[in-house]
């Protein structure tokens, strides 16, 4: 059994996180809870920071928080100094309404609406990543309009594709993002941009993948953004600031994932920017990354209470518990793996196999596998380890099930951050269809 963070079992056997005891949240709280342990994302934030600073490279890093975002967990992120992804009008707007620092505020997109890039004016945010041609003339349409300036990285795809144990390398990406760095797009995107009177080109941006377990990747995009960027430097006369290396470096969901430490990423992305740059003379750029899983992912847990079970003789055991796909699309969209907990019982031998079912009308709707517990009752907690990334975040409503409640814990305290969606919150966007009877 693997913990995360601040987990620890108590003298009661049951699961501990950020010093209180799992089974008193359930309680209090009610379940499906989502649990985030704070320290952990503040000790991630700064693994991923202190590389940078021990070797006194200007960097940013950026919260990708498409992966969990809320007023609270932006709070948090400031407090830690670090800069922050947004990929639409509501993520802008949590920020602003969190009192993010707008200066470090990054928005990416392959389809931002006009509306949304007005805001971003409006908030006059850090950067814009441009994504595609038809976001550089808008862009300009607005500056102009507005006369007043933005800065923007371009999103390149550069040809290499990460994968989660290794990577391949294409001469064209089919890819939604981006411009392809091969095909010459990017140098349109370039020559588009560069010497437009409010449009600032500080960089370029890339982003290859996720659940990212070694460096070669980020080692060959690295060098061919650079490249790019020393080239035109040399054609142009006009030298980009700003490298953006993006996100995905992995975390352990299971014990078949070895992420490497925060560290070792970007070390090994610090060496070759390093020598790239130094091999085509062209001066050390400013390195930005983008995590989002990694800082957020393995601090999340979900407690779940059992319900019904089922067995099928022969086949397999059903727990079923109170969320499912509603809460973690994750294993029925990608086929996810998790592993689990019974928080209660959690110094007990797991000798059973359960299939962990949710309570979704959907056959698919399953969280786990083959989860290894103990003999599994009704109103048992179940723990879901590494569920805080994509899971709140890809929440939804099906079967008109409230989103849980997420619940902060840290040096002993709770606090509940973001309310559980009553029956009567499911009924607020909804208006009465009513028609008046003529001539009946
Ligand atoms: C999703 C995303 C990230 C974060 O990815 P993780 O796998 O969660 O680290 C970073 N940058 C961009 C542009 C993304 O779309």
Redesign the pocket.
Known sequence: MHLYGTQAINEQGHLTIGGIDSVDLAKVYGTPLFVYDIQLFRDRAKAFQKTFEDEAIRYQVAY?S??FSSIAIYQVAAEENLSL?V?SGGELYTAVKAGFPKEKVHF?GNNKSETELRMAFEEQIGCI?VDNFYEIELLKKISEELEQSMNILL?VTPGVEAHTHDYITTGQEDSKFGFDLKNGQADEAFKRAYGHSFLKLMGL?C?IG??IFDTTGFQLAAEKLVEKMSEWEKDFGYRCPVLNL????GIRYTDEDTPLEPAVYVRDMIRTVKKVSAAADFPLPEIWI?????LIGDAGTTLYTVGSMKEVPGLRKYAAVDGGMSDNIRPALYGAKYTSLIANKANAEATELYTIAGKLCESGDKLIDEAKLPAVEAGDILSMFCTG?YGYSMASNYNRIGRPAVVFVENGEHQLVVRRETNEDLITHDMSYTKEVKDR
């Open positions: 990708a498409k992966a992804d990929v990416h990543v999103r941006h982003h996720s659940q993006g996100g995905g470096f983008e995590p989002g899983r990694s990334a």
